[in-house]
């Protein structure tokens, strides 16, 4: 009998594109008469840029946003009718590569849009682009006055096809923030110095803030992916990620021993021990660690949640079953280290870290297995 990837892997990761769609409409209704695009910058927030896009187009999504130029080649390769911006700007010398593959750059500064306004004129048309205003987070993009200088600068301006007006919100997962307010109203002000043209201020917990932050495009990322966009709300999306490990052996641990490298977590009882297939290797974090008896970190397994005890190494992990019931658990069943029952958040808090680098640090030689496309697929 030939055995499948997961049989191979000592860790499968199942990516739900059913939950993922879900999890775009959800956004989309919630964005009201916005249009709902969608970030899959790294990799689809390292799940998997190709399944994670068509599933996404089969949705109904139109506008997708990545942060690189390369990432933007692959994205048209997969969806060669979806309109795509490249958040990262327009990269020196580059003009002609966008061009072809129709890549919008979000221009952040004077000298791009001059570079892209002269190439469309040698190309032979003015071609589509966002202008990126910064309203606060400073970071990328153009201040308010060097927006008015692009504004002032006919030669350019003549020279450009502005498809999106948008900005980047600093503390949108923060409802209550002061900043929210004043970056919403910078925005608006550059917004009315750029009549006509289509405006983005929201990302995943921007569309929770409401309509004044929606404007006509939102850009949803990690609550695609099942991260919680609202803060100290229950949250209101699916999980997507379901990573897993199989259990290796099972071992009897008398009290006063100890597991895992370094010795730092000791056993107070007779103590029974899975050891998981799963490391930092894999994308666990080495801060899941735990010296606890009773955790923080923990995975599920059998109907009920078991602490992680001692060490993550490269490829293993130490998780203390003894509350199960003596032989329920035996070697090859599976604990869920993230997913339905340990939450990405959740797991993210233990490790100190936040859902976003949880999700794009998870590894490549686990079984990933794709469901809810047209056909299930693995890879």
């Known amino acids: 009998m030939t055995p499948t990837p997961e049989d191979l892997a000592g860790a499968v990761l199942t990516i739900d594109l059913v939950a993922l769609k879900d999890n775009w409409r959800r956004l989309n209704a919630l964005a009201g008469k916005a249009e709902c695009g969608a970030a899959v910058k790294g990799n689809a927030y390292g799940l998997g840029i190709a399944p994670v896009a068509k599933a996404l187009w089969e949705a109904g999504c139109r506008s997708f946003f990545v942060a690189r130029p390369k990432e933007g080649e692959e994205l048209r390769g997969l969806l060669p009718e979806a309109t795509i911006y490249i958040l990262d700007g327009l990269f020196p010398g580059q003009a002609e590569f966008y061009a072809k593959l129709a890549l919008r750059p979000a221009l952040i500064s004077i000298e791009e849009a001059r570079e892209w306004a002269a190439f469309g004129r040698v190309y032979g048309r003015k071609l589509p682009c966002a202008i990126h205003v910064d309203t606060g987070i400073n970071r990328l ?57 289509a405006a983005s201020l929201a990302n995943s917990s921007g ?55 370094g010795a730092t977590w000791t056993a107070g009882r007779p103590a029974r021990i899975a050891i998981l297939g799963a490391g930092y290797k894999d994308g666990v974090p080495r801060a899941l660690s735990s010296t ?88």
């Open 141 to 197: 993009g153009f201040s308010p006055a060097e927006f008015d200088g692009l504004r002032d600068d006919r030669v350019t301006m003549e020279g450009l096809n502005v498809t999106l007006l948008m900005s980047h919100l600093a503390c949108a997962d923060e409802p209550s923030h002061p900043l929210n307010r004043r970056q919403s109203e910078a925005f608006a002000a550059v917004r009315a110095r750029l009549p006509g043209v």
């Open 207 to 261: 569309i929770f803030l409401g309509e004044s932050f929606t404007h006509d495009l939102v850009r949803p990322g990690i609550a695609l992916y099942g991260g919680n966009p609202t803060r100290n709300v229950a949250n209101p999306m699916l999980p997507v990620a379901i990573l897993e490990g199989a259990v290796m052996q099972l071992r009897d641990v008398a009290p006063a021993s100890t597991v895992g490298y």
């Open 292 to 379: 606890q008896p009773n955790g923080p970190a923990q995975v599920f397994i059998n109907g009920r949640r078991c602490p992680v005890v001692g060490r993550i190494s490269m490829d293993m992990m130490g998780i203390d079953v003894t509350a199960l019931p003596e032989g329920s658990v035996k070697r090859g069943a599976r604990a869920e280290i993230l997913g339905r029952h340990i939450g990405i958040d959740e797991a993210a808090g233990w490790a100190g870290t936040i859902a976003y680098e949880l999700l794009t640090r998870l590894g490549s030689r686990y079984a990933r297995l794709y469901t809810g496309l047209e056909s299930d697929s693995r890879a």
